[in-house]
């Protein structure tokens, strides 16, 4: 157990339909971030938020939509997607965004293994 | 452009053996180096870290040496045991770009009873 847990572990959805990925964390930590992980590619970092605040969008197609509320729960929206957008999404927190050392050690949740048909 | 890479997308060792993963970086600016490890239907858990101004750091069981001067990681497994097979990812902290992490493509360690 990390601290930081995912819902739904699996899903699957047709390219029409409009589901959403949550996270939450247990940790007190003020960063919480979205990855993409596909088979055989590195960690694709999609969007990244300090303090509720959004300080990242990594050029993620807007089918994809973040929300977080609260420091402690972060959503992904997701609608219209396309075969290609089957990945794992892993939600990732830190203490907070800062330079140096173990604020930025990042604790991950297991993953949603997402099928899009 | 910045990148963290490794030299093998597999590794496979005899159970009891010592284990070395490794890891190119090119940004000179990288201060802080994590070591990952995800096992099969998990998310990556936390290893060992380093910052910049170490040569070497110990865990249990593992060790993390880095070569600033060749912008080198490696994380070595002492005697290597069939619950540490996984995929290891290697991460870099950009000390100008906050606390976003650079993460490797991963290495896959097999481990042979």
């Known amino acids: 157990e990390t601290g930081v847990t995912q819902t739904p572990r699996h899903l699957v959805m047709g390219m029409t339909n409009k589901k959403s990925l949550k996270c939450e964390q247990h940790?007190?930590?003020?960063?919480m971030y979205w990855y993409k992980q596909s088979a055989k590619k590195p960690l694709e970092l999609m969007f990244v938020?300090?303090?509720?605040?959004?300080?990242e969008n990594n050029s993620v197609p807007s089918r994809f939509s973040p929300e977080c509320p609260n420091s402690s729960h972060l959503f992904l929206h997701l609608h219209t997607l396309q075969p290609e957008d089957s990945a794992l999404y892993l939600c990732?927190?830190?203490?907070?965004?800062?330079?140096?050392?173990?604020?930025?050690?990042?604790?991950f949740g297991p993953g949603t293994r997402l099928t899009v048909l | 452009g910045e990148s963290v890479g490794l030299h093998l997308p597999t590794l496979s060792v005899q159970e009891g053996d010592n284990s070395i993963i490794n890891c190119a970086y090119s940004?000179?600016?990288?201060?802080?180096f994590i070591w990952y490890k995800q096992e099969s239907g998990k998310g990556p858990q936390f290893i060992i870290d380093?910052?910049?101004?170490?040569d070497k750091r110990q865990g249990q069981r593992v060790t993390v040496l880095l070569n600033k001067t060749v912008k080198h990681l490696s994380l070595q497994i002492a005697a290597t045991q069939p619950g540490d097979s996984a995929v290891y990812f290697c991460?870099?902290?950009?000390?100008?770009?906050?606390?976003?992490?650079?993460f490797g493509q991963g290495t896959e360690l097999s481990v042979k009873p």
């Open positions: 991460a870099e902290n950009l000390y100008n770009q906050g606390g976003k992490l650079i």
């Open positions: 990732a927190s830190s203490q907070e965004l800062r330079s140096g050392g173990r604020y930025n050690e990042q604790f």
């Open positions: 940790l007190g930590h003020n960063a």
């Open positions: 938020y300090n303090f509720k605040e959004q300080t």
């Open positions: 380093i910052r910049s101004n170490m």
């Open positions: 940004n000179s600016a990288s201060d802080y």
